[in-house]
């Protein structure tokens, strides 16, 4: 009996320890849970208290360095993933410019060459390295800067203008130098004053790159006969005799012919000429090409039949030249092709869509001129109050010792001479005008017909406004495109008699001295005269 309740006792322990055993586990599992439901909720909620910083966090900006054609930097900041019409339009807006289509952004790659910021690209892709500094300047020239609407746009054409005489790029002579200075001087300090200005008040200005004290003189003769001539006035007649210069608005390029020889291809409102030995050999006009491409490093044009030598014709109608690099070849390219859509197009190809596209998918992405003018016609407010800043001084001007940057390239290119036409131009068609001594005609002539056509305007009141002028400073080649139609702007016309004599006669003094046989100005003119007729097939009689 004492056994059997003995092994009941044992059972009951056993039982017990078993129970107990099952609800420790029990408690462990819930304990477990619940930590884990802990750890879980812990987890939410730091994901979910971490999630609003990460949503609120601000886009990453890059500082952006402009400078603008007045010589002042304009400083801003865009993210990083911007494109670049988004700072185009911020530098635009800074300046108060509606008619901004004319204008772009420039920088300097790897390489120290000039590219035109994309608008449509992002600039972080189109900048790799380096901070983002840029230029503003005029990218596409009006070839009649009369249309543009505001005088705030005609203000900066000026300012890119006078840098472009400064740098060299747009070579003039003497005459013109000095008429286009004179002007820069009516619009900066108005009319001469003999109380306010001294005997040399224009010695700090630039005009030109090798300057001397004879341009100046002829400066200050010019600007005391424009008395009454607003800066608006002063800054349109500027534009109208700087439109008239063989490199106005020519984006220059290096390049060889087929026979490897040094030209120069510049790209500009009407087409592609082409430069050797300071001469320009050949233009192409937008409406006789009909293909441009390049494929590594060389740049074809493809041309109608007949724009060639008749002995090539029947089997050649493409040119190709050789560009330095592969960049130089694509930049060349990109450029014709912004230049034939904004000047030829009512408005832009779309870009080539699909995955498989051969080719490069760059297209002008902006508005044509067509559209700039449409969009022009509508600007409705008060005209823009701005202030002309000083002209770029000695003191303060840019370092532009020595020859002038176009100087210095067709002196090199003059090193590589040769009397055989290349394959792709024909002889018979050579312009054989110098860019530098056929820049202008007869400055007196010009202003003659100008008083001519004031005295006959004053006989026939109802004679049209927009004759074509005789005798212009500095004729450049049309070509055979449609442009729409210019209205010529007349200058002096508005002015009394009395100031005509006065300015008649201020140039009648200019031409005397320019016709003295001891003048500088002549014995420098005979230098270059001889200088120049080495290389000129032509013999004077």
């Not at 010019?222 to 109208?240: D, I, K, V, W």
């Not at 006789?288 to 109608?317: H, T």
């Amino acid at each position: 009996m004492s056994e059997k309740g003995s092994i009941a006792d044992v059972k009951n322990a056993m039982e017990g320890d078993s129970k107990r055993t099952r609800d420790q586990d029990h408690d462990s599992k819930l304990s477990d849970e619940h930590r884990d439901t802990d750890d879980s909720s812990e987890k939410t909620s730091s994901r979910m208290s971490r999630s609003p910083q990460k949503s609120s966090k601000k886009p990453k900006t890059v500082p952006v360095k402009v400078t603008l054609l007045d010589g002042t930097e304009y400083e801003t900041g865009v993210e990083k993933s911007c494109k670049g019409q988004v700072l185009l339009d911020m530098v635009c807006e800074h300046l108060n410019l509606l008619e901004k289509d004319y204008f772009g952004l420039s920088f300097c790659d790897s390489d120290s060459q000039k590219n035109w910021l994309d608008p449509s690209k992002e600039i972080k892709k189109q900048i790799r390295v380096g901070s983002w500094q840029f230029s503003f300047a005029v990218k596409f020239y009006p070839p009649d800067p009369s249309q543009l609407i505001e005088d705030i746009t005609r203000y900066y054409l000026c300012l890119q203008l006078r840098e472009d005489m400064l740098s060299g790029r747009l070579p003039c002579s003497f005459v013109t130098h000095a008429l286009l200075g004179s002007y820069v001087v009516q619009a900066e300090l108005g009319d001469f004053d003999p109380d306010e200005h001294g005997l040399d008040y224009i010695s700090d200005f630039r005009f030109a790159p090798n300057q001397t004290r004879e341009l100046e003189e002829r400066v200050m003769e010019l600007h005391r006969t424009y008395r009454g001539m607003s800066p608006a006035e002063a800054e349109m007649n500027f534009l109208e005799n700087a439109k008239k210069l063989s490199m106005y608005g020519v984006d220059l390029h290096h390049a060889k012919d087929s026979e490897g020889i040094d030209i120069m291809l510049g790209v500009c409102s009407s087409g592609l000429l082409i430069y050797r030995d300071r001469l320009r050999i050949n233009r192409f006009a937008w409406p006789k090409i009909l293909k441009i491409s390049y494929k590594r490093s060389n740049f074809y044009i493809k041309i109608r039949p007949g724009e060639v030598e008749k002995k090539y014709e029947q089997f050649e109608s493409t040119i190709g030249f050789k560009l330095p690099n592969h960049r130089a070849s694509k930049r060349l390219w990109k450029v014709c092709i912004e230049h034939h859509t904004f000047f030829r197009l009512v408005s832009p190809e779309p870009p080539p869509k699909g995955f498989l596209v051969i080719g490069s998918k760059f297209r002008y992405s902006g508005r044509t001129q067509a559209q700039t003018r449409q969009a022009s016609a509508l600007i409705d407010r008060p005209a823009p109050q701005f202030e002309r800043s000083a002209s770029r001084r000695y003191l303060l001007s840019r370092s532009l010792e020595g020859a002038s940057a176009l100087g210095d390239t067709m002196d090199r290119l003059s090193q590589h001479t040769s009397s055989d036409p290349t394959h792709s131009l024909s002889r018979d068609d050579l312009d054989r005008d110098y860019m530098g001594s056929s820049l202008e005609q007869d400055l007196d002539q010009q202003l003659k017909q100008t008083i001519d056509r004031r005295s006959d305007r004053d006989a026939t009141p109802s004679k049209a406004m927009g004759e074509e002028p005789g005798s212009p400073l500095d004729s450049k080649a049309e070509s055979d495109q449609d442009l729409a139609p210019r209205h010529k702007q007349e200058q002096f016309l508005d002015k009394s008699e009395d100031v005509l004599q006065k300015h008649q006669a201020s140039i009648n003094e200019l031409k005397r001295a320019l016709r003295e046989p001891n003048s500088k100005l002549v014995h420098r003119e005979k230098r270059l005269s001889v200088t120049s007729s080495g290389s000129t097939p032509e013999k004077k009689t």
